[in-house]
C-alpha cells in the first residue's frame, strides 16, 4: 500500500513539473544550444584539423557532446528544486498528506524526461550533419540504459544544491565543471596525445570510458573494458550522489 502511495505522489508531482517545463519549452531548447553550437563548432571549424583515424569526426564527437547536453540539462533540475525551496511551495508540500520521497521523484524523473528530448534535438542535428551508425536496436538500448543512468546520476548530485544553495547563481555554478569535464577527455580528441599527467587524469575520470563505450556502440565495436567501467561509473556516482541527495533532503525536512 505504501509503494501504491508513493507512485501515485510521484505521478502526480511528476506531472505538474513537466506542465511547468511544457509551459516554457525555451528550457529545453536552452539546454540543447549550447551543445548544438559545441557540435557545429567543433566539426566545422576545427574538425578538419584533428585527427582521429577513420570515420567522420561528427561521428567521433556526438557522445561527448552527448554528455556535455546531460550535463547542460541537470542545471535547470537544481534551478527548478531550487525555487520551490524559496517560494515556499517544498515546506507545503511536507505539510500535506504525500510521500516525502515523491518531492524528489518527481523532480528527478522530470529531468530524465527533458534530457531525453534534448538528446533527441542534438542527435537529430548530428544526423543532419552527416551522423551515421549501423548500430541494431540493442546497441541503442545499451546507449539509452548509460545515458539514462549517467542522468540520474547528476540529476541526485544536481538535487543537493537544489536544496541547499541560497541564490541563483550558486545553484547554477555547481554544474560548470560538469559541462567542462567532457574536454580533458577522449570526447574531443584521443587521448594519445596528451601531455603526460592530463592523459592519465583524462583515461582515470569517468567521461572517458563512457564516451568510448557510446562512441564504439554506434559503430558496431567491441565495448571491452571500457563498457563495464563506465557502468561502474555510472552506478558509483548514481549511488552516492542518491545517499548524498537523501541525507541533505532528511536535514532540510527536519
Not at 196 to 201: K, Q, T
Not at 215 to 241: H, K, M, S, T
Request: net charge positive.
Amino acid at each position: 500500500m505504501t509503494t501504491t502511495y508513493v507512485v501515485r505522489d510521484t505521478t502526480t508531482l511528476l506531472k505538474r513539473s513537466l506542465r511547468h517545463v511544457l509551459r516554457s519549452p525555451d528550457t529545453i531548447i536552452t539546454t540543447a544550444v549550447t551543445p548544438i553550437a559545441m557540435l557545429l563548432l567543433f566539426v566545422y571549424v576545427f574538425g578538419s584539423a584533428i585527427g582521429v583515424g577513420e570515420g567522420s569526426y561528427v561521428d567521433y564527437l556526438l557522445p561527448g557532446i552527448l554528455l556535455i547536453t546531460i550535463a547542460s540539462g541537470i542545471a535547470y533540475t537544481a534551478f527548478r528544486l531550487f525555487t520551490d525551496v524559496a517560494s515556499g511551495i517544498f515546506e507545503r508540500f511536507q505539510s500535506m498528506p504525500i510521500a516525502r520521497s515523491a518531492v524528489l521523484w518527481g523532480h528527478v524523473l522530470t529531468s530524465v524526461v527533458a534530457n531525453l528530448v534534448s538528446l533527441v534535438l542534438v542527435v537529430l542535428v548530428a544526423v543532419a550533419m552527416g551522423f551515421r551508425t549501423g548500430a541494431g536496436p540493442l546497441a541503442w538500448l545499451a546507449v539509452l540504459g548509460i545515458l539514462v543512468l549517467f542522468t540520474l546520476a547528476l540529476t541526485w548530485l544536481a538535487v543537493i544544491p537544489g536544496l541547499t544553495a541560497t541564490s541563483l547563481d550558486g545553484v547554477s555554478g555547481f554544474s560548470y565543471p560538469l559541462i567542462f569535464l567532457p574536454f580533458i577527455s577522449s570526447a574531443f580528441v584521443p587521448t594519445a596525445g596528451m601531455p603526460g599527467p592530463v592523459r592519465w587524469f583524462a583515461e582515470h575520470q569517468p567521461v572517458t570510458p563512457i564516451v568510448n563505450t557510446l562512441r564504439n556502440l554506434f559503430a558496431e565495436q567491441p565495448v571491452g573494458d571500457d563498457g563495464w567501467i563506465a557502468v561502474a561509473w555510472c552506478v558509483g556516482l548514481l549511488l552516492v550522489a542518491y545517499l548524498l541527495a537523501m541525507r541533505t533532503y532528511r536535514r532540510k525536512i527536519g
